[in-house]
């Protein structure tokens, strides 16, 4: 029940991505559920469950598989080491933390559809496209905790 629970998330993110605009963007909530993913349940759940949801956002877009894929996948293993004993949790750090993991998200996407398809946009627009995604999921980062913190 709860893998059907997850795939529902999955998709209602997708669906929302495609109907919300903010300033001409969309936001990424793909990368803010393997943020969160990441978050919750380590470095290698994290990065598998970030490939997946990369693997289908790759599926649904109709091009190249991979960008996504890379791209979650690293928010997922790398949103796992802020709930580590290095860093101590305050909702300024999940700010942070959505905030950079999404652009590296956008960055990674955006330079794999560049080299190995076509270039999706200009740099300029990339740019704003991916910081403007970057700040609106930046607003989850206030409410997302990590397992060992109350």
Known sequence: MR???????????FLLESRIS????Q????????????????????????????LIGDSLSGGILGPNILGKGMVGFLSAFMSGSFFRWTPVLGVI???LLTALNGIIVFLSKTIFEHMPTSIPSAISIIFTAAIINSLFGIFMRPQNEQ
């Open 22 to 25: 903010i300033f001409g963007a």
């Open 97 to 99: 933390g959505i905030s």
């Open 3 to 13: 893998k059907i629970i997850l795939l529902l998330i999955i998709f209602s993110a």
């Open 27 to 54: 936001p990424d909530l793909a990368a803010a559920i393997a943020y969160y993913f990441g978050l919750k349940n380590g470095e290698t759940k994290g990065m598998l469950f970030g490939s997946f949801v990369g």
